[in-house]
């Protein structure tokens, strides 16, 4: 827990990497922070509770574009509500990037993406994985 404090007093983000393929996956297959090592595991849950900025991100070639809500899931698992799930892909990773004036929110002025769905994702995260629009 020591080093989650020092990251939150030096203002440390946590950018946890999105699904990847698993090795020796006949077809593409992902693992997510469920499927990561224990100490991953952990680690991400005390840092959360620490205080530490959770930051959603994504390595484009890892996995087929759409696919990033699939970490949002994992992300409440491991202790965020899913307001905070969407808040790390949205305004979260706006701040962590320098870009809060231009992207992550939708005021004027800023450029934003907008998803449409079946449900309500703060009730039920995993609605955001397939979008109607």
Known sequence: ????????LSGVWVRVPPPAPRKGA?????????????????????ALRAGVKIAYG???CV???GNNAQQSSCYVDHGL?????????TSWAAE????????????PGTH????????N?????????????
């Open 1 to 8: 827990m020591q080093h989650s404090k020092c990251c939150v």
């Open 26 to 46: 006949a077809r593409p297959a992902v693992m997510s922070i469920h499927d990561a090592p224990s100490p991953q595991r952990v680690g991400f849950t005390k």
């Open 58 to 60: 994504t390595d484009a």
């Open 63 to 65: 996995y087929p574009h």
């Open 81 to 89: 509500s899913a307001a905070q799930a969407i808040q790390s892909a």
């Open 96 to 107: 962590l990037t320098g870009w809060k004036d231009r992207v992550g929110s939708l005021t």
């Open 112 to 119: 934003a993406d907008l998803v449409i769905v079946e449900g």
């Open 121 to 133: 994702p703060l009730d039920d995260i995993g609605c955001w994985k397939t979008s109607v629009v």
